[in-house]
Structures are given as C-alpha cells and as structure tokens.
C-alpha cells in the first residue's frame, strides 16, 4: 500500500516538474489607454481626458484578450510587450461590458512575432494553487502572485453594476492593474483577473473560463450580442409551506415561484406569475434556485449562461396542480430603465428651446455623485428599482427625463420641471426620445403642452417663438444639434 | 479750538430721553399672571409604531397653561400629544392638580385642559386675548415653573406668517417674535404691553412661533357649546401662477394678472366638490390673490390664503372666485374640514393605539405619513 502511494505521488510530481511553464513575457501585455466618456446630464459635452493601465494576453489568431472596463470609453490604445520599446497602437475588435471582456486587434503584424498565444483551461477547483501575471502598480514589469482559489459563485460584474455571472474569488494579490491578466493554472488561462474587494484583504476576482467562452464564442459571428434571460422575476417562494397548498404543487416539489414576467420576452408566450419552475433542461432546481453544476451548486441561470441568445432551454413548471414542460427561448431581455451602466456611445438627446432631454439611464442617475441612489429624485428610484413593474406598456422603449434647461426667455418659468419623466406632449405619450424629437418637430400646434410625471401642472411653451428661439439658443450654449439619436437604446 | 461742552451736554441729555422710553414702555406682569397660568406636569405613554400593542417607555415633559376659565387652561396640542396623565401646578398650591383633556385639535394646535374643580383651591383668573398684532412690537413672555416660581422674557413681533405645520395638515397663522431672550415652545403665555396676544408653539434661532389671539378666541368660541367642529381645511393645493405663457395657455386676459393655478383637487376638504384641477383660483371672499397665492390682509399685510380658510370654523361659508373655461365664475360653498384618519396616508395619529392585526407573524398595520 505505502508502495503504490509513493509511485503516485512521484508520478504526479514528475509531471509537475517536467511541464514547462509557459514564458509569460511572451503572452502578457501592457495596455495603456487614453479614456475620455460623456456627461449625462448636458449629453454633448464630453469629460476630461483621463489615462489608464491594465494588462491582457494573446490568445488564437493573433488577439489580444483584456476587460472591457480597461478600454471603455477609450479614444487611443497603446499595446506593450515586456521588455520591448516600442509602442502599437491597438483597437477595440469586440467588447462585452457586461462581463466585462475585450478582444482588441493590433494592426502591425509584427507585434505577435516571438509571441505565444495562451490556451484556455477548465474551471479551477476550490483551494487549488493558481498564479495571477499582470502590471499592476508599484513596477513597470510583469507581476507574477500566487494564491489559492477561495470559493465560485455568482456575483455582480462592478463595471457595469449590473449583471451578474460566476466568478471565481482567489487570495492571490489582484491590484490596479493586474486587471485584464491572465490567471494560470497547469500553463493554462483559468481567469482573467478583474475586480477586488477593496474592503477586504486579498479577496480578488477572476472571470471564469465559462464566462470567457461564452464572449468569445458570441463573437464568433462576428458580432457579440451579450448574455440572455429567461425574462422573468422569481421568488425563493417554496421555503414558506402554504405556497404549496396556494399553488397546488405536490408536497416533495422543489423549486423557484414566477412573480413577474418581463413585457415583450420570450417568456410571455411560455410561462406566468404564479408558475412554479422545478427543472431547467436536465438541472433539477430546489427551493433555493439552485441546480447541481460543476461538482457544487450554482444559481440556475448558470444553464442559461452557457446558451447564447436564441438558443433553446427546456422548462419544467407546476401551474394550477398541472406539471408542464416547455421550451423557452433565450433573450437579452434589459429592463426599460437600464441598471447597466453604458459606455462608448455618447447618450442620444433632444435639446428644443433650451430643455434637453435624455433617457433614463444609470449613467444620468450617476451625474448625482457617489451617494446617488440617496440623492436622485424619488420619482426617478421608484422608476429606476420597478421599472419592470412600473411600465404596462409594450411600446414604451425607455423613460424620457428633462435633464438641463439651458436658460432663455422662452423657458424662464420651466425651473420646476427639471429632472421629472416626461409622460405626453400635447396629449401624445412619450415612450422614447423619437416622440420628443416627433412632438417637437410638429408645428401645426400654437403651443407644445409638456405633461411630467409627479407634476401637477403642464409646462406650456409657445411653438413658434420656441423655433425662432431654438436655434439661437444653441448657438450660444454652443449645442452642436438640436437632436442626436444615433446608437442603441 | 471750539469748546466742545455743548455737544457733550446733548449726548448725556439724549441718552437720558432714550433710557426713559425705554423703562415706560417695559410692562411686568409676573405678579397678575401667578393666577393666570399654571405649570403642566406630562407623563406621554405613546405606542410604538412597528409592534404598535406595546407602548413606548413612560417619558415626562411640561409645558404652561393659559387659563381661559375658572377652571380651565389652554396649552397647544402638540404639547399633550399621546399624553397619559397631566398634572397642574399652580402659584400657591403645594400639591398636583388632576387635569383631564376637553377637546384637542391638532389642526389649530391647540387644547383645553378641565382642572380638576374639587381640587383647585381658588378659581383661576381668566384671560382675554385681546393684544392686536403690531409689526416690531415689543412682547413680554410669562410661565410658571416646576417650583412655582412665575417667570418672564422678552422678544419684538417680527412678522405674522402662515407656514406649513411640522405635524398638521392645515397651514395655520402664526406670529413670529424675534430676538426672544428664552426659548419657548410649550405654551408661554405672549402679553403685547397688558393685553395677552398669544401662546408660545415653537422656537427656533432665537426666534419663536406664537398662535394668535384671533386662532384661540376661535377656538374657545367653537368648543362653547361643548360641540366642536374643527377650522377649515383646504381640499385642493395650488401652483403659483407665474408663467405668462400658461396664463396665455389659460386664456386668461391681459387685465387679470394675479391667481394661482389650481394643481389637485382631493376627495375631501374645503373645495373639493367645487373646485377641479385646472381652475385658476383669483381670490377667496373677495381677496384678490396675487401670482404666488397671497392676500393683503388689513392687519397681517401679505398672508397666504389658506388663512382665509384655516381661520374659519367648518360650516362657515367661504366665496371662491374662479377662471375657468375662459370667464370668471363665482363659487360660493361651505367650509369643510375631515379628520385626518379619512386621509389615505394620516398625516398623524396621536391618543390611540394604532390598528393592527397578525397574520402568521407578519404585522399589518395602517400606513402613516
């Protein structure tokens, strides 16, 4: 027995030892940015110019793998290599903010002779050694800790303050920027290190190899179209017993309960408030969501993480004492008042007789300061945290608020209004910065009559000294356009 | 060099003339007020608000009482606020009189307290509120203290306000006394010269709040008879009018340039059957209102009107003259008043246990603002 204990050992370390490990000077480099993002308040202003740096890796066919949060925003990108002088300027090829990952490319070829592109390893195992290689701060060349992995869960991505998918936490040291490196485990990536936990000592995070082929598989198309949802809201219901008698599910049933079903998704031809969903494809679902995944238990969106949007899950769900089995299509599903934060676009708006409106963003909510979710307006926290609630109606896109008023004679008495949701002009609801741009552009009315939410009284402008005035109005607040609408909502 | 005597002769004579006005206009009354007002003993054994069956730790506070009978003082509402037990002490009598609440109205703020008869050894002297507002009046305070001892202070008259309550809904006339050499909150009795003016309700910087003369006569004449029926409340809110183009909106003509816009209209209150959203409220029994919802009242100069509500008793009838589609129209109405537990969110609940049940542990309760 002592015999074949010791071959084992001497086996693996012998495997340990003969294993070369990759030259990391070859694969991990330096990425320096010049940032510059948008003011949300007044949208065509832009902010100052500000520099970063962060780290990232070669991988196949000659690009470079980083975060998404070390390129946001950018306006010119330097890529380095350790040891090596020059300077080459890359672009972004595809960025995925909400997990936080970037493909750039390098024009100049010639950057990748002598290089080595990295290869891709499985989820680590909980307490296994892995190596963190980046430039963080405190040094020019690259940094190598090593650390153990700590725990896998899901938690939030910070860079957008929104979405959530596994991460992966570890002791070794994550610092400002290490960001964008490579985490190694056996000469495999097994993470790209993004965030930390500045609270606490050594507790950094890795974006998981399952995050990382699920990006690089969506831009494979040539396209990254984010992560889905099954566009629904679900509750931890079945811990309370009388849910079972309330919704006629069998007593030995585990499962999570449907509250609300998200307006235009694919989960509305398909499920209901009050569904009991107990299997996702093959994954039974217990009481507290959670499937039985990777050798430990995850949330049950850890099936739909692995799916790209239009691909299929299997739903398995208890409706009035009847169990039903469903297919359901994966879709991206945000919210009508977006909780992610947005990046590289500048916001569209409407800038008409000195009032500029915008939508309804994170980004604008975030022109309060660090306290904003204290700060901002009650009317735009209630719209902000229940907007899926809020909003019944199906052509709504976003939530219009008047953001800046650019002082005239023609808007004087319009102070009041500033920061509430437009709900109609002239009668006419407002589902999206198109119908302000609409409203305003008809000119057969004596008078625009804008109507706010929370506001009991109208805010009248004359429609034809409001178009006389306009133009000269933007010219002295020095307003490029009347209307920008270009990029997504 | 010139002999500089002269001038000095007229500086001494001067400040002699200065110091003699001052002294006359100086009026004590701490002797005549030891009959007049009494020190309040309150133990408050309010409930708590999330596990509304227990009540909250016995606290003590005090506050002075104005006689206004033999028997009876007056003392603001706030003051007695889930109040359990009220003890008086008067000047020349060791032991506690039982007090029991008449009637409490936290809309005008203010109380009347029943003495005890068989216990108060002799009558109260009665006050008469009388002292007419005067704009930079100086004002004398009395109260009596927890060892009988009658003290004063004083302030000048800054300006008579009508400012939104901390606690009621209605919006109340109060007078403001400047420069006041004590604070006083809790009822001090405010004399112009002789003549009682008010009672103390609130104190801030050195300034302090006063309900009037005008607002406790009316509330003393309303609980007479022993029924009361409460001050008008407003049963609509408004916007000020300022923007000319609204007011071209409104069609309102070039010759009417004042009113306030009409923004809600409620289910209940003074207007609310008559008035709708949109009206533009020109003046109220004949007051004209100028763009920001004020009235120059004969005394108090620029009030807002909400006075002309809250300073009448409900069933009082009050004219609304109105623009609404494009001509002016006259409504004449009662005054209306509500409790505040008609309101959906009360504004507040004092005296009583809050309702509630419970259901499998979880508490349900009456939402309060």
Request: charged residues 20%.
């Amino acid at each position: 027995m002592k015999k074949t204990l010791f071959v084992l050992i001497a086996f693996l370390s012998a495997g340990i030892c003969t294993a070369e490990p990759p030259d990391m000077t070859k694969s991990v480099v330096m990425i320096q940015t010049a940032k510059q993002s948008y003011n949300y308040s007044t949208p065509w202003k832009q902010q100052s110019t500000t520099a970063g740096v962060g780290s990232g890796f070669i991988i196949a066919q000659n690009r470079i793998l980083t975060n998404a949060h070390n390129i946001s925003d950018n306006r010119f990108i330097i890529v380095k290599k350790e040891n090596i002088a020059k300077k080459y300027p890359a672009s972004v090829e595809f960025v995925g903010h909400d997990c936080d990952l970037a493909v750039l490319k390098i024009y100049d070829q010639s950057f990748f002779d002598g290089t080595e592109p990295l290869d891709f390893g499985q989820l680590p195992k909980v307490n296994s050694t892995v190596s963190t290689y980046g430039f963080p701060m405190g040094g020019e060349h690259i940094s190598v800790t090593e650390g153990v992995v700590s725990r896998i869960q899901t938690d939030i991505y910070v860079h957008t303050g929104a979405d959530s998918h596994l991460v992966v936490q570890t002791d070794a040291a994550i610092n400002p920027g290490n960001s964008g490196g490579p985490v190694m485990q056996d000469g495999k990536v097994i993470g790209v290190a993004f965030q930390g936990m500045l609270a606490a000592d050594n507790i950094g995070y890795m974006i998981p190899t399952t995050v990382i082929r699920h990006f690089l598989d969506d831009i494979n198309d040539g396209r990254y179209d984010s992560f889905g949802s099954l566009g629904v809201t679900l509750f931890p219901g079945l811990h309370n017993d009388s849910y079972y008698d309330f919704l006629k599910i069998p007593a030995d049933t585990q499962g999570v309960i449907v509250t609300n079903v998200i307006l235009n998704s694919s989960a509305e031809k398909v499920l209901q408030k009050d569904d009991c969903i107990t299997k996702i494809d093959d994954y039974d679902i217990d009481n507290d969501g959670m499937i039985a995944i990777y050798g430990t238990k995850h949330y049950m969106s850890e099936v739909i993480e692995q799916k790209q949007i239009g691909q299929k899950v299997i739903l398995t769900y208890w409706r009035n004492g009847q169990k039903n089995t469903a297919e359901l299509t994966i879709q991206l599903n945000r919210p009508i008042f977006e909780y992610a934060r947005l990046y590289d676009n500048p916001p569209r708006y409407v800038c008409f007789a000195g009032l500029t409106f915008v939508s309804a963003s994170r980004n604008f909510l975030e022109t309060w300061g660090k306290d904003w979710l204290k700060e901002i307006p009650h009317t735009l926290r209630y719209l902000f945290s229940d907007s899926d609630k809020l909003n019944t109606d199906r052509n709504r896109k976003e939530y219009v608020v008047l953001s800046e008023i650019l002082s005239d004679e023609i808007n004087a008495y319009a102070d009041g209004f500033i920061n509430k949701p437009l709900e109609n002009i002239n009668g006419t609801p407002i589902m999206s910065l198109d119908d302000v741009k609409k409203a305003f552009e008809n000119k057969d009315a004596d008078f625009y009559i804008l109507k706010f939410m929370n506001s009991d009284r109208p805010l009248p402008i004359e429609a034809k000294k409001a178009h006389q005035r306009n133009e000269f109005i933007l010219k002295k607040y020095n307003v490029p356009a009347w209307a920008f609408m270009e990029g997504q909502i | 060099m010139k002999n500089p005597r002269p001038l000095f002769a007229v500086l001494i004579f001067s400040l002699a003339v200065f110091s003699n006005a001052s002294a006359k206009n100086q009026t004590d009354l701490t002797e005549v007020m030891k009959n007049s007002i009494v020190y309040l003993n309150i133990s408050y054994y309010g409930y708590e608000q999330y596990q509304p069956w227990k009540n909250k730790e016995i606290s003590e506070g005090w506050g002075v009482g104005c006689a206004v009978t033999e028997n009876q003082v007056i003392t603001p509402a706030y003051n007695i606020a889930n109040a359990a037990v009220i003890e008086v002490k008067r000047f020349g009598q060791n032991e506690f009189i039982p007090a029991k609440i008449k009637i409490i109205d936290y809309e005008s703020n203010l109380a009347l307290i029943e003495l005890d008869p068989n216990t108060v050894r002799k009558p109260l002297i009665p006050l008469k509120f009388s002292a007419k507002y005067k704009k930079g009046a100086e004002v004398n305070f009395y109260w009596l203290s927890a060892i009988a001892q009658v003290y004063s202070g004083r302030g000048y008259l800054d300006r008579a306000t009508i400012d939104p309550s901390p606690i009621a809904f209605s919006r109340m006339l109060n007078f403001v006394a400047a420069n006041v050499s004590d604070n006083t909150n809790n009822g001090q009795l405010y004399c112009m010269g002789t003549e009682p003016l008010g009672i103390a309700c609130w104190s801030s910087n050195k300034e302090a709040g006063i309900i009037p003369a005008d607002a406790i006569n009316r509330f003393l004449a309303d609980a007479k008879d022993g029924s009361y029926n409460g001050i008008g409340a407003a049963g609509f809110s408004t916007t000020g009018l300022l923007d000319p183009v609204l007011r071209k909106y409104l069609k309102l003509p070039d010759e009417i340039r004042d009113g306030v816009y009409v923004s809600d209209v409620y289910t209940i209150g003074t207007g609310c059957n008559e008035l709708k959203k949109g009206d533009v409220l020109l003046s109220v029994d004949g007051f004209k209102l100028n763009s920001y919802g004020r009235f120059v009242h004969p005394q108090y100069d620029a009030l807002f009107f909400d006075y002309l509500i809250t300073s009448k008793t409900a069933g009082e009838k009050i004219t609304f003259d109105i623009w609404r589609d494009s001509k002016e129209q006259k409504i004449e109405t009662l005054v209306k008043n509500f409790d505040v537990s008609q309101m959906l969110v009360p504004w507040y609940d004092f005296d009583s246990q809050p309702q509630y049940f419970i259901i499998g542990g979880c508490i349900l309760r009456k939402s309060l603002s």
